[in-house]
């Protein structure tokens, strides 16, 4: 707290029991003060739910910055996953389908921006707080502030494409992941990158057609960017028409990271929902980007990521935090509505740890 120089004047001219009250409360103020910076990070309105009727959209601020965004409320149930064999430009690695169930979960409006991601990755909430003069710090702070945050980028990770309100783009999955950890401390909030089979169901929305909003790709103009219409760039955020259940740019702009190991016959020989990251390469990307033509930025197109991503990184080793050749590349989060045990969590965190 900053006392002005015109109390000591002010003081002075008060009586003795005047001034010890006037200590007195100042002492109350900078008391409070501090326990005001030891408190819980705000919870979200909304943001709480006991059941899946219960759940609502909602906006999370992360603490210490300017940088926020909202949660869109996914009804679980069931659907088929992958593409059926009569759809037009379909990949054998989008089949046989087959009918899953998914759980309900919240789902990041948009892919997640330069604006979120730059608060960890440079470490923006810390240098807030040392740089501001009494800046407030939560208890979650303290538990955020130890997960590990990227080394500084060689270059500018956005290659020109722009940042303010534009995907984050060029993290390594292990990148991503560690992300989701450290949103997860700092908020009080379990987030994590959606399972394939959670983006799929998500990027449907209900439908069953080779696009969120139908066969046609003359209406893909209408919902995402690609190579027809992108100049060659990644765009800003939300400004092309959402899917059926309010979430935007989920056919192209940029790839977006799943939790998945990526496996060309793991449909075929599935025998769970979920192929956990077990080894560095390849993982799964969903949604196709924006240099993409519009066949790879159909619901169940598959891609898989490969040491040429980092092809142009100078550093010996190669950094673990990023893809400088993945300029295509960024992701989202989601929140389960049941929050998994530590265990569970745990499992999530470390799947690969060993090879990043």
């Known amino acids: ?27 109350f103020a900078v008391i409070s003060h501090a326990n005001a910076a030891e408190k819980h990070a705000p919870t979200p309105a909304n943001s709480a ?5 219960d759940m609502k959209k909602y906006e999370e601020v992360i603490f210490g910055s300017d940088a926020k965004f909202v949660m869109v409320p996914i009804p679980g149930g069931k659907f088929m996953m992958g593409s059926a064999e009569k759809e037009d430009k379909r990949s054998a690695d989008e089949g046989p389908q087959r009918e899953l169930t998914v759980e309900p979960f919240w789902m990041e ?3 997640t921006t330069w604006d979120e991601y730059q608060v960890y990755m440079y470490n923006l909430d810390i240098q807030k ?13 303290d538990v955020a502030d130890v997960v590990s945050r990227p080394t500084k980028p060689y270059t500018d990770m956005s290659f020109g494409m722009g940042k303010e309100g534009c995907p984050a783009v060029c993290m390594t999955h292990y990148a991503a992941r560690t992300y989701c950890q450290w949103l997860s401390a700092k908020t009080g909030r379990y987030y994590r990158l959606p399972t394939e089979a959670e983006w799929e169901y998500a990027c449907r929305a209900g439908s069953k057609t080779a696009y969120s909003f139908g066969d046609d790709p003359k209406q893909l103009g209408d ?6 219409n992108s100049k060659e760039k990644y765009h800003p955020v939300m400004k092309k028409k959402p899917n059926a259940w309010g979430l935007y740019d989920m056919h192209g702009n940029v790839d977006e990271w799943v939790l998945d190991q990526y496996d060309e016959v793991f ?15 390849p993982h799964v990307v969903r949604g196709g980007a924006y240099d993409d033509d519009p066949e790879a930025v159909r619901s169940a197109t598959r891609r898989g990521s490969n040491k040429d991503w980092k092809q142009q990184d100078p550093q010996l080793p190669q950094s673990i935090w990023y893809h400088t050749d993945a300029q295509f590349v960024g992701f989202r989060v989601i929140r389960p509505l049941v929050e998994p045990s530590a265990a569970d969590k745990k499992k999530i965190w470390d799947a690969g740890i060993e090879v990043h």
């Open 49 to 53: 739910a006991k059941n899946a009727a």
């Open 223 to 228: 919902y995402a960017w690609f190579s027809g």
């Open 109 to 111: 409006e948009h892919e």
């Open 129 to 141: 707080r040392e740089a501001v003069k009494d800046s407030p710090k939560s208890k979650e702070d």
């Open 267 to 281: 449909y075929k020989n599935a025998k769970s929902a979920f192929n956990p990251p077990l080894k560095l390469y």
């Open 1 to 27: 707290m900053r006392l002005s120089s015109k109390v000591v004047p002010v003081c002075s001219a008060l009586g003795k029991k005047s001034l010890v009250s006037l200590m007195a409360i100042l002492s």
